[in-house]
Structure formats: structure tokens, C-alpha cells
């Protein structure tokens, strides 16, 4: 086990989320209307039994702080807490993979044993699940960036891919901005919303109009959460961080829409 693993949570704190999870009070909502308004309360009340009930969380918590996890920036006011899983070979190719929300490191955990001959860095976004605790608890995408470019000199990387997605797709291209010669190659799994959101290009052909249109309509559907975290988020963060059925709902209902499970 790394010295630099998260921290493992406390028999307390896992005895007070369990009675919280028991003591869940289910919310009235109109039936019919399934997740067409937002999480699906027989689903929801389904997932908080298990959670409460069957949940193993040692077993999982013990997974996760076995990850080769290191820590850069010590002293500073962004510290980087990260998974580096280096590679037998010395010279083998050196990638960052940065994760977007409402996931965090655990979005590559099926591909860290396929991609064992390169050296991977694998940091957890500042103010997301894992990371090390920062100044302000959390930084813009260009702070990230800088902080991230510093672990990378930190353990000796001058130059890697950068593969990103979601909100780590701003921090990938603020990387690329700033670091040209630290990056080899990008990869973006979409394009930022603010490249339609803020200053839109006008010069732009009927396909690309028509995206912009398509991403300002989802923006309107799904993009409350983004406006709310944005601007308000210490008013959402006492009942995401209050009440463990809160968050499960928060989170649940983007999971659930965004990987096109649907069901």
C-alpha cells in the first residue's frame, strides 16, 4: 500500500453513513414520469437498500488505495495526488489520462493492466474524489493544468500523450496551450461545450451550425447541474454533503443518462 493512498475512512464515519442511508425518507414525487424529471425515486430507494445493506466498502476501498498512487507538490497550494503505474521499460512511451464528473480516476481502472508498457499518470482533478486537498478547495481548469505539468516534472516526464474527457478535455487543452513541447500527441474524447457556450465561432459550416444548435438544446435539458455547481456550489454542497441519498441521487441520474444505459 502506497504511503500517498487516500486516506481509509473511519469506522465512525462508516457506522454515521449507514444510519443515515437506514433513515432514508423517501420524497413523495409524482408517479409516471420515471427519469424524464430526474432520478427515478423506486430505483433510487432500491440502490440506497443495497448501499446500506450490501454494500462492501472495505472491499472496494482496499482496491482502490492498492493503486500505485504518488503525490507531487508537496508544499504547495496545488498538490497532486495521482496513480503512476510505470512501465518495465524505461524508455516506453508516457501518458496522461485525466478524468471529467461526475467520475474521477476510477473511469480508466479496466485499462490500467492493458496499457502496462507505457508509463501512465493518472491524476485526480483537484477537487475531485481522491485528490489531495488544495488551497482553495478546488482550481480553474488552467490552475489544474499548471499544477498537472508540474507533477509531470516531478516524475521526470518532459514529454507524453494527454488523453482526456469531459472537464479534463479543458484541462488537456490548457495543458496543450501553455506546454506545447511537453505534448506529444492530444486526444480529446469531445470537444468543450464552451468552445459553443462562450464566443461561439460564426464562421462555421451547416453541419457545425447544427451541432452548436444540438449542444445549446442539451444544455437546456441537462445542463442545470453545471450552472448550479458553477455558481451557487457552496448552497448544493450542505445537501450533497449532508445527506448520503442526496448525493447518490445527484450523481445517479447523470451517471444513468450520460452512458447511454438506460436502464
Known sequence: MSDHAPSAVTRPVLDDLRTRLRAYRRIELPVGFGWERGVDGDYLAGLIDYWATSYDWREHEERIRALPWTLTGTGSDSPIRAIHQRSDTADAPVVLLLHGWPDSVLRFQKILPMLS????????????????????????????????????????YDRYVVSAGDVGCDVAEAIADARPDAVAALHLTDVSQYRYLVDPPRDVSESERAYMAHGHRWQDTEGGYMHLQRTKPHTVAVGLGDSPAGLAAWLLEKLRAWTGLRG
Not at 474524489?129 to 509531470?152: D, Q, Y
Open 117 to 156: 508498457e507505457m508509463h501512465l499518470v493518472v491524476p485526480a482533478l483537484p477537487g475531485f474524489p481522491f485528490a489531495a486537498p488544495v488551497a482553495r478547495r478546488g482550481v480553474s481548469a488552467a490552475g489544474a493544468a499548471e499544477a498537472i505539468t508540474n507533477a509531470m516534472a516531478e516524475l521526470g
